[in-house]
C-alpha cells in the first residue's frame, strides 16, 4: 500500500534496493504517475518507486509519494533511474550530472516545446525519451543498463558580441 513518503531529517530516502524516483515538478502529470502506479500494481515494475506528484490530482495506491519538499537533490543521488516530464529545469539538472534520466513529454501542457528539448538530448545520448507509458516498465529496464552522458552547457559568449558592439 502507497503512502505519503517519509524523510529524514536531511531529506535522505532510506530503505531502498533499487529505487526510481518519478518526479512532475511545479505542475501536474497524472497520466505519469498513474502509468507507473498501475505497472508495480501489476507487477511490470518490481523496483521501489517514489513520487513528487506536484498538484497532481491523482493520489498512487501502490507507490510512496509526496506533493513537493524543498530540494530534490537527496532522492536524484539515491534513485537508479530517475523519470521525469520534459520540463526544462529538471532536465538539465538531471544531464549535466550524468544521471540516468527518462524523460516523459508532459502532453497535458499547451506549450509543446518539451519534445524540442527532449529530442536533442536524447540524440546525443544524455537521457531515454519514453514516448508511449505502456512501455514505461521496458524503458526503466533500458535505462539501468544505458551509460549516459552528461551534458557540457556551452561555455557563454553573448558578453565577447556585447563588448565587440560596444567597441
Sequence with gaps: MAS???F???NRIWGFDSLIFVTVGTSSFDPLIEAIDHQVETGLIADSVVAQIGRGRYEPSHIRYFRFIRSLDSAYERA????????AGTTLECVTRGLRLVSVENTTLMEGHQSELISE???KGHLIW???LGNLHTIIEKAKKKTFIPFKPEPPTVHLSILEYLS
Excluded: K, N, P
Design 121 to 123: 538530448l536524447e540524440s
Design 130 to 132: 519514453c514516448r508511449d
Design 8 to 10: 529524514t531529517s536531511g
Design 80 to 87: 537508479d533511474v530517475i523519470i521525469s516530464t520534459g520540463g
Design 4 to 6: 505519503a513518503c517519509q
